[in-house]
């Protein structure tokens, strides 16, 4: 369960282009679901998963993950609750050029101190999961859109996270292919992870993969 109390977040406070990207978010979420944050750019929607997933700090209000505060403590700490609990797929991947796909993959897990051997064989066994093992070795500009889309989920799930959030992960997708990502989710939720994505495309919000879909406007909840 991941609880947010009061969340109000606010970028250049004080000053003349102070702006509130969220004003007064309260939401509980449901472990072991997948929830969509619909809503224009602009809305809050990528804010507030930020917020959630320890990237970013509110300027007041409260996010618990599991019953713990999370959002008031050290940097030192959300590091390693970021490592250890979140795995953060990117509208863009921001997978690193000149490295092969299984080098990507196991690139977050390397401070964890596990064993290189075992890193890679559990990077593997990912590539296996999303048919993606004769690429292993190929540097990322090489691989295409949806290749690159499940490097970047092989990536997200190295370290085992309980919450996977997504940014609009179907955005560079075609259909076919933001429909293949689709029928991952339902994999996600059966091994147990809660999901958190933000999207404002239908084959998304509409569908049978989504247990809940939170619309959001101005930094407010419309529809929750």
Known sequence: MIEISAVHKA???GQ???YWALQGIDLRIEAGKVT???GPSGSGKTTLLTIVGCLARPTSGRVR????EVSGLPERFLTEIRRR????????FNLIRGLSALENIILPALPTGRPRAQLVAAAMALLEQLQLTQRAQAK???LSGGEQQRVAIARALINDP????ADEPTANLDSTLAGEFMGLLASFTAAGKTVLLTSHDPLVVESA???RVVAMRDGKLIEA
């Open 140 to 142: 990322v500009e090489w």
């Open 16 to 18: 003349h282009n102070e």
């Open 85 to 92: 609990s979140f795995g953060f797929v990117f509208q863009q």
């Open 162 to 165: 309980e919450v996977i959030i």
């Open 11 to 13: 970028f250049n406070q």
């Open 36 to 38: 969509a944050f619909r």
């Open 65 to 68: 993950l599991r019953g713990e």
């Open 209 to 211: 993969a989504v247990h």
